[in-house]
């Protein structure tokens, strides 16, 4: 088993920043990917951002040169650093695992999931 927990999500201005963090904890996989994933109101979920340990990084068109992923040393915490937040980023975003090499943009295919973080950007 494998549990994810989300923090950093809150209320932010447009144009603002924020930073989301996953603490993993459980088993250990050898392959692996671990993505963030983000549901507004009425809309699918939808992948954001993603690596996985066959060294393939994903970015959702919408978010490309403002949101990066990345990982600590210890393959413990995931993070999501949010930037030039625009208010259609609102959402609940959610960190999910596989216990595959590589992404896969389809919610079903994640077995992981931690419980989800708000985040506001106001306009």
């Known amino acids: 088993q494998v549990q994810l927990v989300e923090s950093g999500g809150g209320l932010v201005q447009a144009g603002g920043s924020l930073r989301l963090s996953c603490a993993r904890s459980g088993h250990t996989f050898s392959t692996y990917t671990m993505g963030w994933f983000r549901q507004a109101p009425g809309k699918e979920r939808e992948l954001v951002a993603a690596f996985s340990s066959g060294g393939t990084t994903y970015y959702a068109d919408s978010v490309k040169g403002r949101f990066t992923i990345s990982r600590d040393n210890a393959k413990i915490m995931v993070h999501l650093q949010m930037n030039s937040l625009k208010p259609e980023d609102t959402a609940v975003y959610y960190c999910?695992?596989?216990?595959?090499?590589?992404?896969?943009?389809?919610?079903?295919?994640?077995?992981?999931w931690g419980q989800g973080t708000q985040v506001t950007v106001s306009s």
């Open positions: 999910a695992a596989r216990t595959s090499g590589s992404y896969s943009i389809e919610p079903r295919w994640y077995t992981y």
